[in-house]
């Protein structure tokens, strides 16, 4: 076993630590949008963690996708903004990110085929003012992509402090405050223009989203997340893809007491996309192993037909639920 996969290795033990230790108790909360927000316990502060706070995939009826819900991953020692700085220099300065960056800007590059890159919508990053979460080498990434293609970079993240708020807004990346995943981002009158999503490690309900919202103009989004063509959807979407009636599955969740009924159309864009799609697997960061694992672009083949994805709004019930460590 490489230094890399002992670290990941190494990764995985302390989040299920974190998560199944009894000295670690997760708190649910109902925010007045009707999301439920986990966060961990701060009675006692655990020094190793991968990442801070969790991801809203979004409520039931899908209208949104991320709470309203402020400063949720705040420590009782924040960070200061120096820190911040120091910590995504060091991560973006590396040899190894330097030399990952240029090898996603070249598979952006062959995707984009000479198109202009007009903005990226930074997605559930997380937290990145520790050098040890995930976030940060995410961030650095992103920093690399929006300095090579010149392009506006949106920041969409409930969970974050205010030091880290402030570091995007003094680093030109917009902070956004919509809570809205079912918008489309694509201006009508630039067809030549091409939106990218960086959403590593996002829940299935988020990609769900940004494919529905863009199902008239899939040609022209990018969507860096979990490799679509790995994903194992719960419910068999290709039977009523075929032309069944609705399929029903019985599964548990979490353990949770009463199991939920499965509507396969919950992914239905996710899983028409992920069987049209093409995908580049992106390599391992042997540094940081859980920032990049199983995460691909994907992209919709050039002069493919238009995907038909049906007009019906995503309703989540077991995935609008989904917490991504």
């Keep these: 076993m490489d230094h890399g996969q002992l670290q990941g290795?190494?990764?995985?033990?302390?989040?299920?630590?974190?998560?199944?230790?009894?000295?670690?108790?997760?708190?649910?909360?109902?925010?007045?949008?009707?999301?439920?927000?986990?966060?961990?316990?701060?009675?006692?502060?655990m020094k190793l963690s991968s990442r801070s706070g969790s991801k809203i995939i979004g409520n039931c009826n899908a209208y949104k996708a991320f709470s309203n819900v402020h400063d949720c991953t705040a420590d009782e020692d924040e960070i200061s903004a120096r820190d911040i700085e120091q910590?995504?220099?060091?991560?973006?300065?590396?040899?190894?990110?330097?030399?990952y960056s240029h090898i996603i800007i070249n598979l952006l590059c062959e995707c984009l085929s000479g198109c202009k890159l007009s903005s990226i919508w930074a997605i559930g990053v997380?937290?990145?003012?520790?050098?040890?979460?995930?976030?940060?080498?995410?961030?650095?990434?992103?920093?690399?992509?929006k300095e090579y293609f010149q392009c506006k970079v949106y920041f969409q993240e409930p969970c974050l402090t205010k030091e880290e708020k402030d570091w995007l807004c003094n680093h030109?990346?917009?902070?956004?405050?919509?809570?809205?995943?079912?918008?489309?981002?694509?201006?009508?009158d630039i067809d030549e223009d091409v939106v990218l999503f960086y959403a590593p490690h996002c829940g299935h309900a988020v990609y769900n989203s940004v494919i529905y919202a863009h199902r008239k103009k899939l040609n022209r989004i990018l969507i860096i997340g979990n490799n679509f063509h790995m994903m194992n959807f719960d419910t068999d979407c290709r039977t009523e893809h075929e032309g069944s009636?609705?399929?029903?599955?019985?599964?548990?969740?979490?353990?949770?007491?009463n199991a939920m009924k499965l509507d396969s159309s919950e992914l239905r864009a996710l899983f028409l996309y992920s069987k049209s799609c093409n995908s580049l697997q992106f390599p391992i960061l042997s540094s940081n192993f859980?920032?990049?694992?199983?995460?691909?672009?994907h992209f919709q083949?050039?002069?493919s037909p238009l995907l038909q994805i049906p007009e019906e709004i995503p309703r989540y019930l077991l995935y609008g639920y989904g917490i991504v460590i």
């Design 301 to 303: 083949p050039e002069n």
């Design 245 to 257: 009636n609705k399929v029903e599955n019985t599964v548990n969740v979490y353990q949770w007491h």
């Design 126 to 145: 997380g937290s990145f003012c520790r050098s040890w979460y995930c976030g940060r080498d995410q961030l650095a990434l992103l920093l690399h992509l």
């Design 290 to 297: 859980s920032a990049f694992n199983h995460t691909a672009l």
């Design 87 to 99: 910590i995504i220099t060091n991560a973006c300065n590396k040899k190894e990110m330097i030399d």
């Design 172 to 188: 030109n990346i917009c902070l956004s405050t919509t809570t809205d995943l079912l918008t489309c981002r694509l201006h009508d």
């Design 9 to 45: 290795a190494m990764f995985l033990l302390q989040r299920y630590y974190l998560l199944f230790s009894n000295e670690i108790k997760m708190i649910s909360k109902v925010d007045e949008d009707g999301f439920i927000v986990v966060s961990r316990s701060r009675r006692r502060r």
